[in-house]
């Protein structure tokens, strides 16, 4: 079975610019949740999806949103690139919400502003 | 703000040796999970253990949960190189799959 896909691997972007990271989850898995880390404040969540609705949302701006499709597939988008968005952007998935489910993330997308 | 505090930050041993590794949080869990992340990858899941339970084993993995004193420790025996990585401790809010993650702790392994 094929894991956790994040694609691309490496994005370089300049300030202002918008940004789309895509994650394909394990077969089967309904529920995705994306991460992001950094040196400073380690790994924080960002937003959480579950047949299609966002779920759970962390305290990040109005710049990062996401989406999740009718496959399980999600896109996360950064707006209006600020240099502090620089971070790798992880992604995991798991089979359904709850609290007893292993997360099975993906190698992240190592996301630079310029 | 991170649920979980690792400690220590990092952690040098010979292989060979156990390596130990604790993890603190602030609230009430209904379980603790630790992941272990290799350089430039995404994490792993190692191991879950319930608010009920206060001790586990996978392999050569002992994990140890005391919830009156909110910590939880990890302990890895007969370290070889190929364990050098970052480990981290996550605990869940709520119903969802918001994760807190600790600081996480780096270890190396000198072959």
């Not at chain 1, 300030?15 to 077969?27: D, E, M, N, Y």
């Not at chain 2, 209904?30 to 339970?53: A, C, D, F, K, P």
């Amino acid at each position: 079975k094929a894991g956790v896909t994040q694609t691309p691997r490496y994005l370089i972007k300049t300030r202002g610019q918008q940004v789309t990271l895509s994650c394909s989850p394990i077969s089967g898995h309904r529920s995705v949740s994306w991460y992001q880390q950094t040196p400073g404040q380690g790994l924080q969540f960002l937003f959480e999806y579950f047949s299609e609705t966002q779920r759970n949302k962390g305290n990040f701006p109005g710049r990062f949103s996401g989406r999740q499709f009718s496959n399980s597939r999600s896109e996360m988008n950064v707006s209006t690139l600020e240099l502090g968005d620089s971070a790798l952007y992880l992604c995991a998935s798991s089979l359904h919400q709850g609290t007893n489910q292993p997360q099975h993330f993906g190698d992240g997308t190592r996301l630079s502003i310029l | 703000s991170q649920q979980g505090e690792e400690d220590p930050q990092a952690l040098s041993i010979q292989e060979g040796e156990n390596a130990t590794m604790n993890c603190s949080y602030k609230t009430s869990i209904n379980n603790l999970q630790w992941y272990r992340q290799n350089s430039g990858r995404g994490l792993v899941h190692l191991i879950l253990i319930r608010s009920n339970e206060r001790e586990k084993h996978s392999g050569r993995l002992r994990v140890t949960l005391d919830t009156s004193k909110k910590s939880s420790s990890l302990l890895i025996t007969a370290s070889r190189a190929a364990d050098t990585a970052s480990y981290f401790c996550a605990t869940i809010k709520g119903t969802g799959n918001q994760f807190y993650f600790g600081t996480g702790t780096s270890l190396t392994v000198i072959p």
